[in-house]
């Protein structure tokens, strides 16, 4: 019976051991399925959420201001800035801020008037103006902007404009009053259409009289000290002359074949000195004439082409400079120019007529600039007040026009003066 039981009770945990393996692949498969049945209960949930959302994102795609970004979103910085591109050739740069005051009309200002032959800028503006060097002011213009400051032609007419704040300047039957020319453009007023392109012949008007500054324009007129020791000199002539001419032959040291073959002859000339400090500013350069290198080497061959003086030996040569333009503006100094008139373009050494040209002891390391306008002044002597002696205040009786700079000096034209420049008379900001 014992044997019997313990028969039993082995086959009770044999059949254990089979059904185990069973019942724990059912316990499994009832956990998959309750996780089955909550996921599926959740997906009508999530279904009606993205349906919200897509809702919400057409809403705000109809937003004109758009979606706001997540806080968490940190925005996207901007592409970097290039190059602001030029303004379109239909576009007005703004004019330069000036205010009504500054611009002082004359007192019976024409209302009207028409550009002839032989005007300047200058000229115009001081029918106008009673500081024609004011022109930008009363043109509209920004005069850093400016490129072409005499695209007025003969035949032009030029009205007062009185309507607005600031009195203006216009071109009669030139569109936007003719602002564009200033800027180098003249706008279109008319649909363009296949034609003819015709260009006229005549000559726009200068801003001063070229005549009278041209010779200045194209010769050497200052050189230091270094310079002149380092300029090339004519060292023989042909036929041993002593004294050469247009058509003659010369030779030279010096001559690099790099700076070309055209140069000009020069001699040097007056010395000329700071009035106050006695500081050495330069030699006039005395200028003779032109050469053409027709052969380089340690002695080249020169041909004279121009000869306005004697030219011989020992006589220098510098690189023939370029044509500069005179197209400019005149304005005043933005800072305090102070100095004296040194001397006149000859050898004048006192009075000095308007309308002549004279030399500044100022130039570029001092701040001056081609197109500056400055003042002449003077004081008329002295008076004794008590136990002291007084200059008595200096007063204004002209202006200038420089149009050429070099370091220490510069060359000044002078636009109009009462009375005759003298040397060591006043200039500085009118």
């Given at each position: ?10 086959g ?38 993205l ?11 109809n ?29 007005i ?43 930008p002011d009363i043109?509209?213009v ?18 007062l ?36 392109r015709?260009q ?5 008007i200068?801003t ?39 058509g ?5 040291s ?22 106050d ?53 005149p304005h ?18 006192y009075?000095i007529?308007?309308?002549?040209v ?11 600039e ?15 007040l008590?136990?002291?002696t ?32 003298n ?8």
């Open positions: 019976m014992q044997n019997l039981n313990e028969i039993v009770m082995r009770q945990s044999f059949k254990g051991a089979i059904d185990e393996p069973g019942a724990v692949a059912a316990n499994t498969s009832n956990r998959v399925r309750a996780k089955m049945a909550r996921i599926i209960s959740v997906i009508p949930f999530l279904l009606l959420g349906a919200g959302a897509a809702l919400a994102g057409d809403d705000d795609d937003d004109p201001d758009g979606p706001e970004a997540a806080p968490s979103a940190p925005a996207a910085k901007p592409p970097a800035a290039a190059d602001p591109a030029p303004p379109a050739r239909s576009a740069p703004p004019a330069a801020a000036e205010p009504a005051s500054d611009i002082k009309l004359q007192d019976n200002p024409p209302a009207r008037y028409t550009v002839k032959r032989g005007d300047t800028l200058w000229a115009i503006s001081g029918r106008f103006l009673k500081k024609p060097w004011k022109w043109w509209g920004n005069r850093d902007l400016v490129k072409n400051p005499h695209l007025i032609y003969p035949g032009d007419v030029i009205i404009d009185l309507t607005g704040s600031t009195p203006r300047l216009r071109l009669e039957g030139v569109a936007d009053g003719g602002l564009s020319r200033w800027y180098g453009y003249e706008l279109q007023s008319t649909k363009l259409e296949p034609r003819i015709s006229s012949s005549r000559a726009a200068p001063i009289p070229a005549k009278d500054i041209e010779p200045f324009l194209t010769r050497p007129l200052i050189v230091d000290t270094d310079a002149i020791a380092r300029s090339p000199r004519i060292v023989a002539t042909s036929d041993s002359r002593v004294i050469l001419g247009s003659d032959l010369g030779y030279a010096g001559i690099e074949k790099s700076k070309g073959a055209y140069w000009n002859l020069y001699r040097p000339g007056r010395t000329f000195r700071d009035p400090t006695a500081e050495e500013l330069g030699y006039e350069a005395v200028y003779l004439g032109d050469a053409e290198v027709t052969g380089f080497g340690e002695i080249s061959t020169l041909h004279i082409t121009k000869a306005i003086q004697e030219i011989g030996k020992d006589d220098r040569l510098t690189v023939m400079p370029q044509q500069q333009s005179a197209a400019y503006a005043a100094p933005e800072r305090q120019i102070r100095g004296k008139v040194v001397a006149g373009s000859d050898n004048s050494v009075e007529a308007p309308l002549s004279v030399i500044l002891n100022r130039g570029a390391r001092d701040g001056v081609v197109g500056h306008v400055l003042g002449l002044f003077r004081s008329e002597g002295t008076v004794a008590g136990d002291r007084l200059a008595l205040p200096e007063q204004q009786y002209g202006v200038m026009l420089v149009f050429r700079v070099f370091n220490k000096l510069s060359y000044a034209f002078v636009m109009n003066a009462k009375r005759q420049v040397v060591n008379d006043i200039f500085k900001n009118p």
